[in-house]
């Protein structure tokens, strides 16, 4: 393991082959962060979505990490953080660590289901199965 630096001064630590990923030398702070911009700039397309649907979201037969919206890529041998909405599937980020993809896509969860929940009277509900 690495002692990496992140762009906010906090110190991670991190896989060898995670060095070259600039994703990678994020903290968990700023990897939510991250997430939270992306699901910002995405917000645009929100309109005409099942809110119902959302509200009450669960992990999919797919999902293989037992947290919604995280999965393995093999190929990159990295945790992957993403959410789909409206038919369309943002990345929020490849993480070495599995608790550092699903900080990420819980964060950008509350910014992007949570804002659009809350601007038409609902709440996020947690996942009861995590
Ligand atoms: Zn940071």
Redesign the pocket.
Known sequence: MWECR?????I?YKATDTLTNPDMS??????GKYAADIARQSAGFVGGTQITKIADMKPTAANTSGARGVYFEKRSNKWRARLTFKGKIMSFGSFARFEDAVFARKEAEKIYFGEFLEENGLELKENVEE
């Not at 992140?6 to 906090?10: D, K, R, S, V």
């Not at 994020?26 to 990897?31: F, L, P």
């Open positions: 992140c762009e906010c001064g906090a991670t994020m903290c968990n702070e700023c990897a």
